[in-house]
């Protein structure tokens, strides 16, 4: 079984900061993809970011230059640092991993957290 775990969530002002943490735990290999998707309600689920195991990140368009996304490998963690957040950024926002069970398990599959609700209102 592999658990990832949202963490972070909450009510938060316009321009205001939060971070998100999701640490995955169970039984496998190693992590490749890690990344952030948020859906609000009636909307597909979109890509926030995304980090490879090495440290490549991509970001929409709308969060890029407020948003970083960051990992710890040994720790099987993945981060969402939120800045100069907006009303639009309201959402759960779910945590991403692309799970290897074995060195031959070269693509990993997907797995998912939970998800954790952001607000961001005056």
């Known amino acids: 079984q592999v658990q990832l775990v949202e963490s972070g969530g909450g009510l938060v002002q316009p321009g205001g900061s939060l971070r998100l943490s999701c640490a995955a735990s169970g039984t496998f290999w190693r992590i490749n993809d890690m990344g952030w998707y948020r859906q609000t309600l009636g909307k597909q689920r979109e890509l926030v970011a995304v980090?490879?195991?090495?440290?490549?990140?991509n970001y929409a368009d709308s969060v890029m230059g407020r948003f970083t996304i960051s990992r710890d490998n040994a720790k099987n963690t993945v981060f969402l640092q939120m800045s100069m957040l907006k009303p639009e950024d309201t959402a759960v926002y779910y945590c991403?991993?692309?799970?290897?069970?074995?060195?031959?398990?070269?693509?990993?599959?997907?797995?998912w957290g939970q998800g954790t609700q952001v607000t961001v209102s005056s």
């Open positions: 980090i490879s195991r090495g440290g490549s990140t």
């Open positions: 991403n991993g692309k799970v290897r069970h074995s060195f031959v398990d070269y693509s990993g599959s997907d797995y």
